[in-house]
């Protein structure tokens, strides 16, 4: 969630950290309204400083062109999906950006607001590759029946990547 630090704060710059929360959130209402559309109109764009209203403002364009995500969010989603296992006696937590309910398959996709997004699979930061393999491992326990593709959806260029 959002705390009001962040929404009296729009003067003065945002951290790496208040962006990508801001924009998590801008994305979640957008899923739920199944379009991109009113992204470009959410109040919390507002509560940024300048520099990262023309960044978000570049990057939700470059996501409304973005014809497979628009695709794929008309399905069924969940969003903000709090999950967690138990592993080497070690409870893992963890909460995936957007899941989406197709029929043979679900699909798990986690945002990155990264400044310089990875350009490849072999430029992807190790970790955001093992965070989604460990969702994918969570989540096929509970859907046995479906295929899991796992994602990341880049929101500084709007792509999508997929996780073999």
């Not at 960044?55 to 999906?81: D, G, P, V, Y």
């Not at 295929?147 to 880049?154: E, M, V």
Request: aromatic share 6%; no cysteine; proline share 2%.
């Amino acid at each position: 969630s959002i705390s009001v630090q962040y929404i009296s704060n729009s003067l003065s710059t945002v951290s790496p950290a208040q962006y990508g929360v801001i924009f998590h959130k801008i994305l979640e209402d957008s899923v739920a309204a199944k379009g991109m559309s009113i992204m470009s109109n959410h109040p919390l764009i507002g509560t940024l400083d300048e520099k990262s209203q023309k960044r978000i403002t570049k990057s939700i364009e470059l996501l409304a062109a973005n014809m497979e995500f628009n695709s794929l969010i008309q399905n069924h989603t969940l969003t903000e999906l709090s999950i967690g296992t138990l592993g080497d006696e070690k409870i893992k937590l963890g909460r995936i950006d957007l899941m989406i309910h197709l029929e043979k398959e679900i699909i798990i996709i986690d945002y990155k607001s990264d400044i310089n997004p990875a350009t490849s699979l072999n430029t992807a930061p190790e970790n955001y590759i093992t965070q989604l393999i460990s969702y994918k491992k969570i989540v096929q326990k509970i859907y046995l029946e479906k295929k899991i593709r796992i994602q990341i959806l880049w929101l500084e260029n709007g792509q999508l990547m997929e996780i073999a």
